[in-house]
């Protein structure tokens, strides 16, 4: 059948199973917007306040999901603005495909009005990217762009489609989706020597990451752990795959990890790590890192071997497949001494003090976690509030906290949340936290949550200063706090109202409570506005070049 490249283009994202995309429309891209206004009874579109919040949008939906998600946006300033969303994800490992209009190909080049090369612009944030000369061609492109963002290491793909592309007609041959295939790992004598390893660790600690929830390996992580009795803590991108006062979880690790994870790991004698990348934020100091350790890394993309940190054997490929085929070969343990000394140290972790007269931090983070329920899906933006979520939300299951850990992008979170009440079902609470900082950078993105009558609740830690920012300052910097102060006046409750809202203020945990309990009853999205004090840190904290022994805990 003969269709025009916005048919074609909207005929393939059916096939590839895509039932909601985000996005902004504009010049560029009219002719498919007009086709998706014939298909609109199959495809839902959700029109953002600016194409950043599309693009964190389509991230949240990804990862809410293990599907790819999908943002539309017009040629120049519309794509430009997809960047920080595009950057994010490929960060984070998100499969995501992200479409974009140009101008028509006589004008390409000749500095047309919103003309900008954004596949240029992209590549270095991208698994790759396409250009789409010939509409015969464009089915085909479309196909390869889902099959890349979401096989092997996952990430972002981006198409660049011209104007006179989507109108262009040719003849259309229906496909078939894309299915995700597995490589099977086939390297007997690795996995051999890798559980003789595991078997002969008197003092083993799993570390693991995002690749865990990306390669949807979370129940064999568990069987791994409880078969073994070893040990396990997580870095921020895997929070929620253990559960919080289990035998075996040490907490997140790291920066503002757990005192008993980040001692643990200084002194094991095997440090398994599974879909990690040994970030800057893990790994602080990377010739004091596991000194007393062999390391045993599994992860699907070579290049994170022996990148940040040099280790003594490998398991490159799925890692889901890989636990497959270790988990068997792996002897049951008690390992009774070392589970003794880890129940020891995480006697002794940083706690901090509870003061319901206050709103504290962890009480606010513990009291709407444990309010929402398991079934939760919690977001966040990125600051203090971010780590407290981290340390404090104590969930069970995977891809039920979302957050942007490798780019650590201010904004991301309302985006992301957005993408999380369409992925999920309504009986599923999103929960955003976010601080006043964050929040000032896509509230604009409040009016989508509004006119699409999702259910977010936002809870702002409103310290009024630069958080994050401010406690380093504190600690490094002896106290010259410059430009974390805004003075801003915002006022929450009269913004939400604003926005079509529901806005709340609370100055201690029992008004907390009685807003939180309200807003999730609610229709429609509302935000909390909680007071804190500036003067609140995110503990422990180790310093940039540190080890466990200089936290930081006071």
Known sequence: MKLNGSEILTEVLLEQGVDVLFGYPGGAVLNIYDALYKYRDRITHIMTAHEQGAAHAADGYARATGRTGVVLATSGPGATNLVTGIA?????????????????????????????????ITMPITKHNFVVRHVEQLADVLRDAFRIANTGRKGPVLVDIP???????????????????????????????????????EKPVMMFGGGVVAGEADALVRALVEKAHIPACHTMMATGVLGYGEACD????????????????????????????????????????????????????????NKNIMIDHSLIGDVKGILEQLVPLTEENQHAAWMAQIAQWKAEDY????????????????????????????????????????QYCRRIGPRSFLTSGGLGTM???????????????????????????????????????????LPIVTVI???????????????????????????????????????????????NLSEFKEAFAKALQADGPVLIDCRIDKDERVLPMIPSGGTYKDSIVD
Request: proline letters at 3%.
């Open 88 to 120: 994010t994800a490929y960060m984070d490992s998100v499969p995501m495909v992200c479409i974009t209009g140009n101008v028509g190909q006589s004008l390409i080049g000749r500095d047309s009005f919103q003309e900008v090369y954004i596949a240029g």
């Open 461 to 507: 830690m409103n310290n009024t200063v630069l958080g994050m920012v401010r406690q380093w300052q504190h600690s490094f910097y002896e106290d010259r706090y410059s430009s974390t102060d805004p003075h801003r006046r915002t006022d929450f409750v009269k913004l939400a109202e604003a926005f079509g809202a529901t806005g709340y203020r609370c100055e």
């Open 163 to 201: 104007k006179d592309v989507t109108a262009a007609v040719c003849e259309f041959e229906p496909g078939r989706k894309i299915e995700v295939l597995h490589d099977v790992f086939n390297d007997r004598e690795a996995l051999l020597t890798a559980a003789k390893m595991l078997n002969a660790a």
């Open 250 to 305: 040490l907490g997140l690790v790291g920066m503002h990890g757990c005192l008993a994870a980040n001692r643990a790991v200084a002194h094991c004698d095997l440090l398994l790590a599974v879909g990690v990348r040994f970030s800057d934020r893990v790994a602080l100091n990377p010739e004091k890192f596991a000194t007393h350790a062999k390391i045993l890394q599994i992860d699907i993309d070579a290049s994170e071997i």
């Open 351 to 390: 706690r901090p003090q509870d003061d319901d007269s206050i709103l504290k931090p962890h009480q606010v983070v513990t009291a709407a976690c444990d309010m929402a329920g398991e079934d939760a899906v919690v977001v966040t933006d990125v600051g203090q509030h971010q780590m407290w979520a981290a």
């Open 411 to 453: 904004g991301y979170g309302y985006g992301a949340s957005i993408g999380a009440a369409m992925a999920v079902e309504k009986k599923r609470p999103v929960v955003m936290f976010t601080g006043d900082g964050s929040f000032h950078m896509n509230m604009n993105e409040c009016c989508t949550a509004v006119s699409y009558g």
